[in-house]
Nanobody
Framework: QVQLAESGGGLVQAGGSLRLSCAAS????????MAWSCQAPGTEREFVAR????????YYADSVKGRFTISRDNAKNTINLQMNSLKPEDTAVYYC???????????????WGQGTQVTVSS
């Protein structure tokens, strides 16, 4: 099976930055898309950003465009999420996910990490 391990979350002041990382291990053959999603208490999980293992296509939620950047390192089977100009509204648990298609729905993703908490103070 594929294992996804997130890191980089923490407590930061509004306007600050964090860099999340997700390392994929195990049976990673055939993975096509990596993604970051978030889930605040009492809400449903929503996608933040997605990226192909190959090519240049990316997706960003409107709320994070211009502030967050997703990147990949295929050699290390790792994706990163650079989070700048953080707002209290960004406070949530951030999850790494992997799919074998260019998926736009939660159900398209086969593997999920345990999440990393991001807390932004005002």
């Amino acid at each position: 099976q594929v294992q996804l391990a997130e890191s980089g979350g923490g407590l930061v002041q509004a306007g600050g930055s964090l860099r999340l990382s997700c390392a994929a291990s195990g049976r990673t053959f055939g993975l096509y898309t990596m993604a970051w999603s978030c889930q605040a208490p009492g809400t449903e999980r929503e996608f933040v950003a997605r990226i192909y293992w190959c090519g240049i296509s990316t997706y960003y939620a409107d709320s994070v465009k211009g502030r967050f950047t997703i990147s990949r390192d295929n050699a290390k089977n790792t994706i990163n999420l650079q989070m700048n100009s953080l707002k209290p509204e960004d406070t949530a648990v951030y999850y790494c996910a992997a799919a074998r298609v260019w998926g736009s729905r939660i159900s398209d993703y086969d593997y999920w990490g345990q999440g990393t908490q991001v807390t932004v103070s005002s």
